[in-house]
């Protein structure tokens, strides 16, 4: 029980950090504004500049006479949970500052709990040109993902690449479990969006999805494009609609600045671990190494890594829905298969940990989308090994330790010498063997004859000879 507690320490340590990796370059989300109503008459450019004031055209409609033209390529591959949502408002922030293009390349099922009705609302607002690219090929728009398709100033698609449908507008729930005035609320701002970017907004409706061709001749896009250069060229010249007017893009690649931007190491570590998967395997390693620390002596590596890893499984589950009585009984059944071991036997204790761990498996993400909830395979497999790891190995373990700990016990009275500084821990030599000692009573220098007074774990607890 002290190791546990030497432990937790550390979890603390590990979930304390997640909110400093968060905040290193937060991004407010936009809450709905007036623009954002579900009403299908889209703002006027009169009415948009006089909620804000329309930045000089310098700044936003592109470079001044003989500068280069920037474009800022944004790449979103997979779920937009909030760590995605931060890096692609605040580069957009950042790119209407500097009055550039926007490119995203994006590949997504959709937004992970949060409102992306709001990040999309927010991209219609820009105030410089937002491009959204469905590529390269085999990449999906899906949900919250269609939403950008729609927001943006001018889309387009790759050959291979699809769209569609808008549901689940957040993995955090399964479609069914999609409130229908956050459908409703979302088709209204689509109908607002398409009005102002001449888009059909009959597709995101219908439910359905759609390839490349489809979505052409449906007209909710309106280029398609093999690759980024070849996106960059075919738009090139190309009249856009911003807020508060129309803009020319320059994007040729021959003339313009490219900025590719990804995710940096703070936020891909909180990407990483924002999902089912990720919070399940963490959770899962991270209680195997406790749990075999708990069979030996002292902190050692084995603990400190499972400490680190509940903790990102901690962070995870406070982005992440999940079910209290599936994580109650994925953890109470590795708690029950611990105690088995503990107990030296493999019995019902251990046939109820397994069902309860089997059970919570399944429980534990139960209300998420489909796109991201835990694969059959991996809870398979996953229950296979914690059979195996907890029933033999960590019960293997155990005993390897009491048999250690029982010769210790025989060194108990006997003679020995300190083979390095006690300063309280060190080397010792007794009985034709080095083992790990501590002083009771301050340093022992090296080569001091020393005395097992005890054995704490697999440390003896030792003081020098009279």
Same mark, same amino acid.
């Given at each position: 029980?002290?190791?546990?507690?030497?432990?937790?320490?550390?979890?603390?340590?590990?979930?304390?950090?997640?909110?400093?990796?968060?905040?290193?370059?937060?991004?407010?989300?936009?809450?709905?504004?007036?623009?954002?109503?579900?009403?299908?008459?889209?703002?006027?450019?009169?009415?948009?500049?006089?909620?804000?004031?329309?930045?000089?055209?310098?700044?936003?409609?592109?470079?001044?006479?003989?500068?280069?033209?920037?474009?800022?390529?944004?790449?979103?591959?997979?779920?937009?949970? #909030?760590?995605?949502?931060?890096?692609?408002?605040?580069?957009?922030?950042?790119?209407?500052?500097?009055?550039?293009?926007?490119?995203?390349?994006?590949?997504?099922?959709?937004?992970?709990?949060?409102?992306?009705?709001?990040?999309?609302?927010?991209?219609?607002?820009?105030?410089?040109?937002?491009?959204?690219?469905?590529?390269?090929?085999?990449?999906?728009?899906?949900?919250?993902?269609?939403?950008?398709?729609?927001?943006?100033?001018?889309?387009?698609?790759?050959?291979?690449?699809?769209?569609?449908?808008?549901?689940?507008?957040?993995?955090?729930?399964?479609?069914?479990?999609?409130?229908?005035?956050?459908?409703?609320?979302?088709?209204?701002?689509?109908?607002?969006?398409?009005?102002?970017?001449?888009?059909?907004?009959?597709?995101?409706?219908?439910?359905?999805?759609?390839?490349?061709?489809?979505?052409?001749?449906?007209?909710?896009?309106?280029?398609?494009?093999?690759?980024?250069?070849?996106?960059?060229?075919?738009?090139?010249?190309?009249?856009?609609?911003? #807020?508060?007017?129309?803009?020319?893009?320059?994007?040729?690649?021959?003339?313009?600045?490219?900025?590719?931007?990804?995710?940096?190491?703070?936020?891909?570590?909180?990407?990483?671990?924002?999902?089912?998967?990720?919070?399940?395997?963490?959770?899962?390693?991270?209680?195997?190494?406790?749990?075999?620390?708990?069979?030996?002596?002292?902190?050692?590596?084995?603990?400190?890594?499972?400490?680190?890893?509940?903790?990102?499984?901690?962070?995870?589950?406070?982005?992440?829905?999940?079910?209290?009585?599936?994580?109650?009984?994925?953890?109470?059944?590795?708690?029950?298969?611990?105690?088995?071991?503990?107990? #030296? #036997?493999?019995?019902?204790?251990?046939?109820?940990?397994?069902?309860?761990?089997?059970?919570?498996?399944?429980?534990?993400?139960?209300?998420?989308?489909?796109?991201?909830?835990?694969?059959?395979?991996?809870?398979?497999?996953?229950?296979?090994?914690?059979?195996?790891?907890?029933?033999?190995?960590?019960?293997?373990?155990?005993?390897?330790?009491?048999?250690?700990?029982?010769?210790?016990?025989?060194?108990?009275?006997?003679?020995?010498?300190?083979?390095?500084?006690?300063?309280?821990?060190?080397?010792?030599?007794?009985?034709?063997?080095?083992?790990?000692?501590?002083?009771?009573?301050?340093?022992?220098?090296?080569?001091?004859?020393?005395?097992?007074?005890?054995?704490?774990?697999?440390?003896?607890?030792?003081?020098?000879?009279?």
């Amino acid at each position: 029980m002290r190791r546990l507690l030497r432990l937790l320490p550390l979890c603390a340590a590990a979930v304390a950090v997640m909110p400093w990796l968060a905040g290193s370059a937060e991004a407010a989300y936009p809450a709905p504004t007036a623009s954002a109503s579900t009403s299908a008459s889209a703002p006027t450019p009169a009415s948009a500049s006089a909620s804000t004031p329309a930045p000089s055209p310098s700044a936003v409609l592109g470079p001044g006479p003989g500068a280069a033209p920037d474009v800022d390529v944004v790449k979103v591959d997979g779920v937009i949970d #909030r760590s995605v949502a931060d890096y692609l408002l605040a580069t957009l922030q950042d790119a209407e500052e500097r009055g550039d293009t926007v490119v995203i390349q994006l590949n997504t099922p959709g937004t992970l709990d949060l409102d992306a009705a709001a990040v999309a609302q927010r991209v219609f607002d820009a105030t410089v040109p937002v491009v959204v690219w469905v590529g390269p090929a085999g990449s999906h728009a899906v949900g919250g993902g269609l939403l950008l398709v729609y927001a943006s100033s001018l889309a387009a698609m790759s050959p291979g690449s699809g769209v569609g449908p808008l549901e689940p507008l957040d993995l955090a729930r399964t479609s069914s479990a999609d409130d229908p005035t956050i459908r409703s609320r979302a088709l209204g701002l689509i109908r607002t969006w398409s009005a102002s970017r001449g888009r059909d907004p009959a597709f995101a409706a219908s439910g359905g999805e759609a390839p490349a061709r489809q979505a052409l001749e449906q007209h909710v896009v309106s280029r398609a494009a093999i690759d980024l250069g070849d996106l960059l060229r075919k738009i090139d010249g190309t009249s856009v609609a911003v #807020r508060g007017g129309r803009v020319t893009l320059q994007t040729d690649p021959g003339r313009a600045v490219l900025r590719f931007h990804e995710l940096g190491p703070a936020r891909r570590v909180l990407h990483a671990v924002a999902s089912p998967v990720a919070i399940y395997v963490l959770l899962v390693l991270g209680l195997m190494g406790i749990a075999f620390e708990l069979t030996q002596s002292g902190v050692g590596v084995a603990g400190i890594a499972g400490a680190v890893a509940v903790g990102f499984a901690a962070y995870g589950l406070s982005v992440v829905p999940f079910s209290a009585p599936g994580l109650g009984l994925l953890v109470g059944g590795l708690a029950l298969l611990s105690l088995d071991v503990a107990l #030296r #036997r493999l019995g019902p204790v251990t046939a109820a940990g397994m069902a309860a761990f089997v059970a919570g498996s399944f429980l534990v993400f139960r209300e998420v989308a489909p796109a991201i909830d835990l694969p059959v395979w991996l809870v398979v497999l996953t229950v296979i090994t914690t059979f195996l790891y907890w029933g033999f190995a960590l019960t293997v373990a155990q005993r390897s330790r009491e048999r250690i700990t029982s010769t210790q016990r025989g060194l108990v009275g006997l003679v020995g010498e300190a083979r390095g500084l006690l300063a309280p821990d060190g080397p010792v030599f007794v009985k034709g063997t080095l083992w790990r000692g501590k002083a009771m009573d301050g340093p022992i220098p090296p080569g001091t004859k020393i005395r097992v007074r005890g054995v704490d774990g697999l440390i003896l607890r030792v003081e020098p000879e009279e």
